[in-house]
């Protein structure tokens, strides 16, 4: 699976931007589909995911400031962020999961796309 993520860039505290990624695949077909990001020296952390029976997942920090969705028409995944904070300033993923094994599981992860909130 390819996955294209972009969106990123520099952002005023208090504004708003939105990340969409595009995949090789239909991102239907996958069993979770998500947004992560990682901060410098931290491990990487989840965002919001979106299952495919449509259920969402959000992370604390979230606190409803961001939106996922998936376009099927179009094929892409979205997350919406708004109210974004320099907490917020990270190097975001897309990740679909495709399945699971005994030891783990089975995802792609796209480039990354870098998202910087100034004070």
């Known amino acids: 699976v390819q996955l294209q993520a972009s969106g990123g860039g520099l952002v005023q505290t208090g504004g708003s931007l939105t990340l969409s990624c595009a995949s090789s695949d239909m991102f239907s077909t996958f069993r979770v589909v998500g947004w992560y990001r990682q901060k410098a020296g931290k491990e990487r952390e989840l965002v919001a995911e979106?299952?495919?029976?449509?259920?969402?997942n959000y992370a604390d920090f979230v606190e409803g400031r961001f939106t996922i969705s998936r376009d099927d028409a179009k094929n892409t995944l979205q997350l919406q962020m708004s109210d974004v904070q320099p907490a917020d300033t990270a190097v975001y993923y897309c990740?679909?999961?495709?399945?699971?094994?005994?030891?783990?599981?089975?995802?792609?992860w796209g480039q990354g796309t870098l998202v910087t909130v100034s004070s």
């Open positions: 990740n679909v999961e495709y399945g699971r094994t005994n030891v783990g599981k089975l995802q792609s």
């Open positions: 979106i299952i495919r029976n449509g259920g969402t």
